[in-house]
């Protein structure tokens, strides 16, 4: 993952804190705004306060060089908790992006009807991604910045099946979104000591499999990013009526090739997935 020295940096539903405290460590960025989902309380029951506390004495110290602050119930979803912050920041970070797991019926319902329209899990997935980038882009990345969000996660199902890559750029009715994923590039966690990836509702440290960071960054500003992230990695390549954009399948050889892709389990669930995730973005 590439953290500039000279970079305002945010980080989003940082479970406990110790990516904060990690790029706090190893990466001294200009500033740091580290932001949890979770209350003090909760934080606390769940993980312990010891990140929490060392990212708050950081920002008291007089020696720091780093401008530091930690918020807690901050949802990237909320427009109250994101005007708190101002358009300052080049870098904005949620790793390992999860809703949480709901605790009721009712709870479930509330979260999983938008406008009636009844959300899958995949859907209220992509849903709080989308918003994190339209947020960032909107509200929280300067305009003479480095202009760059990135989520990492895990290159397994469920996640592969968010197409993470393309699915949340696509324009609704009312948005066209004007910024893109311009990549990947593996995550090494190794780049982060102490950092613990967390279950999103426990205590757990979550197995280290595979993952990936992927960047976004707005239109205008997609030939600097490439410039500064030069080994990235490309998006999958899509072909059109040559493959299956859905799957990112493809090229086909013969007609039987498609034939069977079409048929098969995985395109059919990911052609319900499409179906629900065009349904939410026709419902904006
Ligand atoms: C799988 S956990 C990963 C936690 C942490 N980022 C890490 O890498 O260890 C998913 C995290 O997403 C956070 N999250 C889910 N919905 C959110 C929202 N609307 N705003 C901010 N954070 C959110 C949860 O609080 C949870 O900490």
Redesign the pocket.
Known sequence: MVINKEWSVL??????L??SRSIFDNFQPKKLTA????SVTELTNKYGSENLDYLQQQRDGALSLVDCQVITE?????SD?IHQLTKEYDLVI???????NFTSQNEFQQHTQADELPLSINTINRR?LR??LVNSFDYLLAEDGAQLAYI?SKDVKPYTEWDIEYSLTKSSLTQLPEFSCVGTMPFVIEQFPG???????RDKH?KDTASLTYVWTSNKNRDVALELLPTMNPLPTLFGELGCDICHAGPFETEQEKISHLAGKKHKRMSEYEVQWQGYLLSL
């Open positions: 980080t989003i539903g940082d479970g406990d110790s990516f932001t949890v989902l979770d901050f949802d990237i979803t909320n908790n949620f790793q390992f992006p999860l809703v949480p709080l918003l994190f990492s950092y613990k990836i967390r279950n999103v509702d979550v």
